[in-house]
């Protein structure tokens, strides 16, 4: 299995807070993603980043920001979490861009309250 | 822009028969990557396939097989004798391969449920 770990693995959090997702990755990937799963919609790509301190939006970017200073790192942040970011997240990691398949942390089960 | 159409959003068969899960893709790009995932009840994402838009010969790995047909835009996923363990969510995805997008687009998923 690819070395993905995600932390923490459930977190339940208030309207209003801050909230930092980890993404830790050992296989020296340069490609790194995280997603929000959500019932109806499937994988949704919140941000994305291609290299130290390269990074793009996604689909739904809106209320995230990311950070990747190392190659092993990516950080997901709400600023001020809202109910509506209620979800799971999972991180993802692919050697290359979308050629390549990528490859699943566990997840992160969120709740805003 | 780039889509994925998963239109079964449930399907239960019982234990042994064949199911079929259909996917339907869209792009304007002549290179492309097609990917199926499953995520079993206890949540995580496993590859399973992928598939470039060059190579439409089927695929076969043990009871599973994929069918490509670019003529209809689809890449449809069986599974033989179905067992209970195949009980999950399958996710079919797209990726164009161009300097502007590094993104896998994923469809809705496939609800698939085995009864014994």
Redesign the interface.
């Known amino acids: 299995d690819a070395g993905i770990t995600q932390s923490p693995r459930h977190k339940v959090t208030e309207t209003g807070t801050p909230v930092t997702l980890r993404c830790h990755q050992t296989e020296n990937h340069r ?1 790194m ?1 995280w997603y929000r799963q959500d019932p ?6 919140i941000h ?1 980043s ?1 290299g130290v301190k390269d990074t ?1 939006k ?1 689909e739904v970017s809106d209320g995230y920001s990311v950070s990747r200073s190392k190659t092993e790192d990516f950080l997901l942040t709400l600023e001020s979490a809202t109910s509506s970011q209620t979800s ?1 997240y ?1 991180c ?1 990691i692919s050697e290359d ?8 942390g ?2 992160t089960r969120l709740s805003i309250l | 822009a780039q889509k994925v159409t998963q239109a079964q959003t449930e399907i239960s068969v019982v234990e042994k028969e064949d199911v079929t899960l259909d996917c339907v893709y869209e792009t304007r790009d002549t290179t492309y990557y097609l990917f199926w995932y499953k995520q079993p009840p206890s949540g995580e994402l496993v590859f399973l396939i992928r598939r470039n838009s060059f190579d439409e010969q089927n695929e076969i790995s043990g009871r599973y097989s994929w069918n490509f047909q670019k003529s209809t835009s689809s890449f449809n996923f069986t599974i033989t004798a179905s067992q209970v363990v195949d009980s999950a969510v399958y996710f079919c995805a797209l990726s164009e391969v161009s300097d502007r997008d590094d993104k896998i687009i994923f469809g809705k998923g496939t609800r698939l449920h085995i009864l014994p």
């Open positions: 490609y993603y109806g919609h499937g994988l949704r790509l994305y291609y793009d996604g799971v999972f993802a861009k979308g050629n390549q398949p990528q490859h699943f566990d997840g």
